[in-house]
């Protein structure tokens, strides 16, 4: 049985292609703005890793906010779901997920099932994502994996005020003309991200037993994983590919779906 | 006035209002510990007055927010809130209050926190929100709320109507606390706190009056902290003398041509809640650019004239209604106007307060209406109340010295002088 | 049945011109009023046509000139409209004082234009009997004012025939409203509240026969409801809930069977008692309403026994009644009252165990995209 699962994201496109119960292989590409082809590439390279091609697939599910563009998918599902599954089969002890993308973050709270039973996703702005770290390590003119870096080495963390992604940047502005030493603005920048993330974990009532999981680019960040672990006052599991969990979760559902036809 | 002017010291009376504000918190703590008094949490104008009469020990949530936002705890309190799913943009007072309760029922070491209260008691003349704000300081501590309904003073309502809704309250409110407390209500005490408090009241509004003197003794930035003890301890006799000595030593100053600071150019209006956290940036700011402020309808909100001994029931009533925030939009327009006259100022600082609605919506409006009517000139700056992440250093900066160079050219252009 | 919708939803895509052809052909007088719970039935019965105003949901761009940018937009869209210029046919604007914002801009309306008729009216916060004097007094002051507009005397028969075809509207529109947990997926919900608030800005007259019609139409379709979840959509306190949320929640799979809606449940709930004095009734009307965010129920915090919310509890017996699954809450950003009950709200339907999921509508929204995830993934958890 060969099954893929594509998520479609606003910055990135993965795929997971599974061949029988635990031979898989993923592939990722950037998004783009032609959403029918990416989606086809992803797949068709994750196949040719274990040696199939596109027609080998037996059945898709498609997730991520593209899902609608993939045509050649039998389902498209939400993220959340998707998520979840995936989490769930790496991790069956897992209550809590956060999951932080390019464009979006989420928390979603499952029962000893796997079920979800509550999630909360950010709105209005990006804020609470990855594209933040992204504008910000742009306007400090270092790279996000620098920027994660200097944070690290910051002895006076300051407070980012502005909560938007555009107004944070001029403030960083000002704050490089004020000569704030670059570490202590990049700790701040961390600092503002995670009390984000963190008010939208607990919008879910975490409570406070299980695993919790992080997934999403954003989760190889190790020093927003560890500021958040702070502020939730718990160990939080980064999966070894963390931006693959959710295409891994639709593969997943792809598989159970066949197998229940 | 000019460069050589005599600049002021700090007024003796900031260090007694300290004082003022101390004692009262700690006498508080000290209650809290003893239990020898219930503790009831209220707003600015609910009918105060009934409580002291009835030996409650009085704590306000309001100042005590305006306190942590000085202190650049605010955000902090604020910020728990966001956690529990308050929004941002929900009243900062509010969220300032709400965080620091969870804080302290949670174990997470508010700022100075209030002694939890064994009552509360809120009425809905400044807003509406801040019903629902009392209501969920109830259901975090678990104790009654008394809400005081207030209409607004519209046209065509009768006024009398108006008090006699709210007497019937104090009357309900009274009996309500007979059985709180299991004591009589005392009427000869109540007649003696309203006795101070229209002494306080009196000489609040006197000294207030003291900057109509061109040059100013004081910034109103030195003034506006002196509301605190009209509001919160008016009940105690000595606070007619705080604002006595404090006039006496606005008029030395008068004599011997004392001013606030060296090169003191505009006698300007400030319109709106002062930024608490910015106090310092906004002071600098202003003096830098010559800009003296002089008085702000914000003062009327604390000054709870109408108390009189004679009738000590009626005049709590009329307190309550005739709360500055309780009138209508034209009233204060003319009311901003009548200052403008009354204190010979020729511009205006607009502070919007991103969170607070009542404050904030009308204020395009009012700035309009005196610009229209006087010719002066206006702008509005962007800020909150205690939470900064609502306010940008760097672009209000910009704004006010855009706006000292607009009275420095003092022709305001035709028709769009508000920018 | 369609055909009905669709000119009751055209009806209210026109609904500023449309009292100008009224008043053409009438000779009549118009009196806005806003959302909500403003006494129809005494401009009614002065013999004067109360609309209701429903602000676009179009760019704001004269409005941010007057007014700060966080206010509602329910506000801010029919203060939009005013400077438009949309609402130049009204005779009179009325309105009961809600909320801080309306009482705010509907208070600066006043003051850069002119109406024959301005009225603000006070409806106490304190939803209880020791309100209710006051309330009979506004009540009495409406009605004067009103007369002394018109030159017409209000009597109690007037009303009382005003309160009647009133009441016969708000049974209409409960039928209406039934026919969807009867039959769920019949009326689409974005029709249904459209339909609703056609009666609230034409004739009750003519609306009442349309009405009538309609119900008697939906009797025979022969739609067959499928097994889909069903659910309530609650909140967007007193503007129009957008169409585009609405559809899309059917759209993915769910069919909703009640709501709160000021175009829904809030406005036709309660029935005006029909015995004794006409305005004594109407007090006690306005005193038993469907529990609102924006008031206070005194009774509930005196005691030792609170409940968290008034209101969440009405949600949650809802729910219970009749056989939801789960409720979407519509949150309009910038409107205080509900989102601080929002926050008690959400507790206790965690309390009672109901599935629930936020979204948030009005001018500064998320992108219908995210909507759609958010809505899917709702449905997944409550289909798991």
Known sequence: MIVAGVDIGSQTSKAVVLKGDNIYRSALFPTGTDLYAVARKVVENAAQGIGHTFDDIQRIVATGYGRVSVPFAADTMSEITCNAVGAYHFYPDARVIVDIGGQDSKAIKLNDEGKVVNFAMNDKCAAGTGRFLEVAAETLGVSVAELAALSRKSGNRIRISSTCTVFAQTEIVSLIARRTPQEDIAAGLHESIVSRVYGLVNSIGPGDTGRVVMTGGVARNDAIVSLLANAMKREITVPEDPQIVTAFGAALVARSRLGSE | MGTQAKIGNRLESQNRLGKLIADHYQEAREIKESGRKPIVWTTTAAPNEILWAMDFCVLFPEAYAATCGARHAAYRHCKITEDKGYEHHLCTYCRNGLGSTLADIEGLDPFDPLPAPDLLLVANNSCSLITKWWEHLSHYWNVPLIHIDTPYIIPGVPEKDVIGHIKHQIGDLIRFLEEFTGKKFDHDRLREVVKNGSESAKGYTDMMKMNKHNPAPSTYFDLMPHNFPNLVLRYKPEVADHYRLMKQEMNERIREGIVPFENMKYRVYWDGIPYWFAMRFLSKKLQSLGICLVTSAYSQLFAFDRSDPERPLDSVAENTAYFYLNRDVRYKAEYTEQLYRDYDLEAGIFAYAMTCKPFSITMHYIADYVQKKLGVLSTIIEGDLVDDTFFDEEKTGIRLETFAEALESNKPSVGKTVF | ?384
């Open chain 3, 1 to 384: 049945m369609q055909l009905i919708l669709d000119k009751l939803k055209l009806r209210y895509s026109r609904r500023n011109t449309e009292i100008v052809k009224w008043k053409d052909n009438t000779g009549g007088k118009v009196i806005g009023c806003l959302p909500m719970y403003f006494p129809e039935e005494f401009v009614h019965a002065a013999g004067l046509l109360p609309v209701t105003l429903f602000g676009d949901n179009g760019p704001i761009a004269h409005a941010n000139r007057h007014l700060m940018t966080n206010a509602c937009g329910a506000v801010r869209g029919t203060f939009e409209d005013l400077l438009l210029g949309k609402y130049d046919a009204l005779d009179g604007v009325a309105a009961v004082l809600i909320c801080d914002q309306v009482r705010f801009f509907f208070q600066v309306w006043s003051l850069d234009h002119e109406f024959g008729f301005f009225h603000q009216m006070w409806r106490p916060f304190n939803i209880d009997q020791s309100s209710r004097p006051f309330l009979l007094n506004e009540l009495k002051r409406l009605k004067s004012a009103l007369e002394e507009f018109t030159g017409n005397a209000i009597t109690p028969g007037k009303l009382c025939g005003s309160i009647r075809l009133f009441n016969e509207t708000r049974s209409l529109m409960r039928a209406l409203n039934d026919i969807r947990k009867t039959r769920p997926g019949l009326l689409k919900a974005s029709d249904l509240v459209k339909a609703i608030a056609a009666g609230m800005i034409m004739p009750k007259e003519e609306y009442n026969s349309i009405l009538k019609e309609l119900i008697t139409q939906t009797r025979d379709s022969d739609y067959e409801s499928g097994e889909k979840p069903k659910v309530m959509v609650c909140g967007h306190p007193c503007g129009m809930p957008e169409e585009e949320i609405l559809d899309l929640i059917e759209e993915m799979g769910a069919v909703i069977v009640g709501d709160d809606f000021f175009t829904g449940s809030r406005y036709f709930s309660v029935d005006v008692p029909c015995s004794g004095d006409p305005v004594e009734a109407y007090a006690d009307f306005l005193l038993n309403l469907i529990p609102c965010t924006t008031y206070h129920y005194p009774q509930n915090w005196i005691g030792q026994d609170r409940s968290l919310s008034t209101y969440g509890d009405y949600v949650a017996d809802y729910v219970r009644e009749n056989g939801i699954q789960g409720v979407i809450l519509l949150r309009e950003m910038y409107c205080d009252p509900f989102d601080l009950e929002f926050v008690m709200l959400k507790r206790k339907l965690e309390e009672r165990n109901i599935a629930h999921i936020t979204l948030n509508t009005g001018h500064e929204a998320g992108s219908l995209e995210t909507q759609r995830t958010r809505i899917q993934g709702y449905l997944e958890m409550l289909s798991c």
